[in-house]
Each structure stands twice: as structure tokens, then as C-alpha cells.
């Protein structure tokens, strides 16, 4: 069939709405109708080069080109129509992305970890995870689906692994968000940093992802929540998502909960910039009290190898450092029950959504993203 997809064709390009072909599923394969996508940052740093490499200098390091791609790994649609031997998810079923698929058998889904789950190592190479060749086309070439998802699509092939059966009641777009930027926010306090009741917890950056960590060390018990961002409009916006105090700087941040936390400084520091740069984290570190955690949940470009960190407080003072993909959550498991929390009215979805965008405008999306406009943009499709 032909279908519509934004597709980048290099890196610093604008998003190019191209028309695409695209071939039935095949066997453990699942042809989706998209209905909402959330456009999140991770996406932008396949623009920048922060995440993506040009075709020429993956060929010379023998790896596999990532040029022509289709953007978008948050997204929820409706289940057209499936491949042979697909059993989880039927025609007329309505489903969450996955970014990081999950097979259940390899051995960090296996113990638990389906978020490290060893299909995600192919994300970002061309052809599908079922069998390696591509279902996707345009201009007679083969192309690449960032997070072998592509939402940024009115329809697209992902393997069953990708897609996560939801409750068809709920809205496409709530499940939407909770694909990506939920999950991994709300994870990143909840799962990976181990918010309890009573902690200090700041949340730095404040978009898609920030916001939920916000929402996520509220609902854990934090007693203070210190939301950093040095938009106005994103600090107004945390202190609606449960957020104690807001400051527009790390710098001001760091007398201010010296003062609220009686010298000790947070139990938990949860980073969420636009961008990882190394510099940042020796202010996160500082934020960071005795005893207390630094969960790194932005991305970094893929050559930064330094970080300002004082290792001599590290080990003295007993800090820990911790990366985190999807929150480490289990897309399987919570997904399906961070839809519940929203069901229940506990977690707050709708109030997410700054602006919607139709697929033609993800442009413009994307540069509301960087001016600051949006906690997060979601292409809705008809
Ligand atoms: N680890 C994962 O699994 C995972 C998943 C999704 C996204 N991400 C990453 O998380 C990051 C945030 O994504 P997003 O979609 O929320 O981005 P976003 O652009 O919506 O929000 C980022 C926010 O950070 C703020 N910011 C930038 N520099 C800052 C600084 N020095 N101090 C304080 N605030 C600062 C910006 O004003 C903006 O409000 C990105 O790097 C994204 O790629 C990681
Ligand atoms: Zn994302
Ligand atoms: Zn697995």
C-alpha cells in the first residue's frame, strides 16, 4: 500500500513528507494504523548528529547507514492487520509503541529487564527485527524506521514486538505519551532513582520526559520537589504536576535547597535537559547530597566521553550514578499500568499536550520544541 511518513534523509535536514511503500506484514509482523504520535526529543537528536552518524562515516566504521529514516518512536494506533503466527494482538485492536521491543525470552527479559531487552540492539539499523529485510520504501529505496517503529507514518509495519495490546476505551493519545515520555520520566523517580516518601528530589528539564519525573517523585512521597527549567512556562507547568519549588537555573538551584534541605542537598537528582553535555552533570553532582543518586535519563551525544564529576566525593560521600533507558520500566507491564493510574485519575495525561500538529507540520512541532513552546507536541492523525 502507500502510505505518508516524515522521513530525514541526513543530518541538519528538515523533516521531508514523503510518500511511502509500504508491503504487508509478514510473519510476526503487525501493519498499524497510526493515530497519535508524541514528538520527543529524541528524535531531534537524529537532526543534531547527537544520535546518528552520516551514511559516509558509517561506512567507513562498516557499519550499517541510518539515512533515509522515518522519524517517531512515541505513538499509539489501531491494528489493520497482522502477519502469520502473530497471537498477542489482532485486527481492530488498539496499541501502544514499544520503543525498545520485547521478544520475553532473551536474558534481560528474562530476569525482569525487559527495557534492555537484546532486540533493542538493532534499533538503529535498516530492515526489520523479524528477518532483516525492509518493508518500507521511497524514491526505490529501502528505509529506516528510528526505533524500528516510525510513528511519524499514517501506517507502518512493526514487528509484534514493537506494539503493546491496550484497552480500547482509552485515548489514543494519553497511551500515546505513555509509550515514550511517561513511562521514561515517570520511571526515572519511581523505578530507577527509588523515590520513598520523605525525599528531596530535583527534576532537571523540564519537557516531556522532566515533567513526568516531576509527576512520578510526587506520587512516590517526595516531600520537596525542586523543578529546574530555565523556561517560565515549564516552571509554571511543574508546579501543576506536583512540583514544591522551581528554579530557572542548576545555579540557583543549588543555595535555595542547600537552605530547604538543612545542608544535606537532595536524595535524588533526576537529569532531563534536551541534551546530556558532560559539563552539566558537575552541578548535578553538587545538587546531589551524601548517600543520595544521580539518575542520567537525558541523552548525550555519542562522543561524549567526559564528564565533570569529583570522584574524590563520589566514593567519600557515597553518591551513585545511575543511567536509565524507559525509566527502567517493563514496556509490557507498565505501560498497561501507567494507563491505569490515568484511568483511576492518578496520573495526569491530557494536561500534557501543549499544541497538536498535523503530520505536514512536524516542522513546525519539532521548532516549537526548541523554542521552549511545548511540553510535549503529538501529531494526531486522522
Ligand atoms: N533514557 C531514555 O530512555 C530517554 C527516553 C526519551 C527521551 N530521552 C531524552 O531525555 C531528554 C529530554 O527529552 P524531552 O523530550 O523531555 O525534551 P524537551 O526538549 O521536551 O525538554 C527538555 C527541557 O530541558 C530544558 N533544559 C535544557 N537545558 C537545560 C539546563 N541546562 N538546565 C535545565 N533545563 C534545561 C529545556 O528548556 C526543556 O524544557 C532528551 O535528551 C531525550 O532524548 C531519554
Ligand atoms: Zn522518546
Ligand atoms: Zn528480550
Known sequence: MKTRAAVLWGIGEPWQIEEIDLDPPKAGEVL???????????????VTGDMSLPNEVSEMMGMPPMFPVIGGHEGAGIVVEVGPGVTSVGP????SASFIPSCGHCHYCSTGRQNLCDLGAAA??????????????????????????????????????????VEPDLPLEAV????????????SAVQ???????????????????????QGAAMA?????????????????????????????MAEAIPAVTELSWGRMADKVI????????????????????????????????????????????????????????????PRADIPKLLGLYRDGQLK????????????????????MRDGKNIRGVIVFD
Open 32 to 46: 498499524v494504523k497510526m493515530k497519535a504520535a508524541g514528538m520527543c526529543h529524541s528524535d531531534e537528536h537524529l
Open 92 to 95: 481492530g485492536d488498539h496499541v
Open 124 to 165: 538503529f539499523a535498516k530492515g526489520m527485527i523479524t528477518d532483516g529485510t525492509a518493508r518500507h520504501h521511497c524514491r526505490g529505496e529501502d528505509i529506516n524506521l528510528i526505533a524500528k517503529l516510525g510513528t511519524f507514518s499514517e501506517h507502518t509495519v512493526v514487528a509484534e514486538a514493537s506494539v503493546i495490546k
Open 176 to 187: 500515546a505519551l505513555v509509550s515514550c515520555g511517561v513511562a521514561t520520566g515517570w520511571g
Open 192 to 214: 530507577r532513582a527509588g523515590v520513598s516518601p520523605g525525599d528531596i528530589v530535583v527534576v532537571v528539564g523540564i519537557g516531556g520526559i522532566g515533567i513526568n519525573a516531576v
Open 221 to 249: 512521597g517526595a516531600s520537596k520537589v525542586i523543578a529546574v527549567d530555565p523556561v517560565e512556562f515549564k516552571r509554571e507547568t511543574a508546579m501543576e504536576m506536583g512540583a514544591t519549588h522551581t528554579f530557572a537555573s
Open 271 to 330: 537529569m532531563t535537559p534536551s541534551v546530556l553535555y558532560g559539563d552539566l552533570m558537575a552541578e548535578a553532582m553538587t545538587l546531589t547530597g551524601k548517600g543520595g543518586t544521580c539518575v542520567a535519563t537525558a541523552i548525550a551525544p555519542m562522543t561524549q566521553t567526559e564528564a565533570s564529576i569529583n570522584l574524590f566525593e563520589l566514593s567519600m560521600w557515597q553518591k551513585e550514578i545511575k543511567g536509565t533507558i524507559f525509566g527502567s520500566l517493563n
Open 349 to 368: 495525561l491530557d494536561e500534557l499536550i501543549t499544541r497538536r500538529y498535523t503530520l505536514d507540520e512536524v516542522n513546525q512541532g519539532y521548532q516549537d
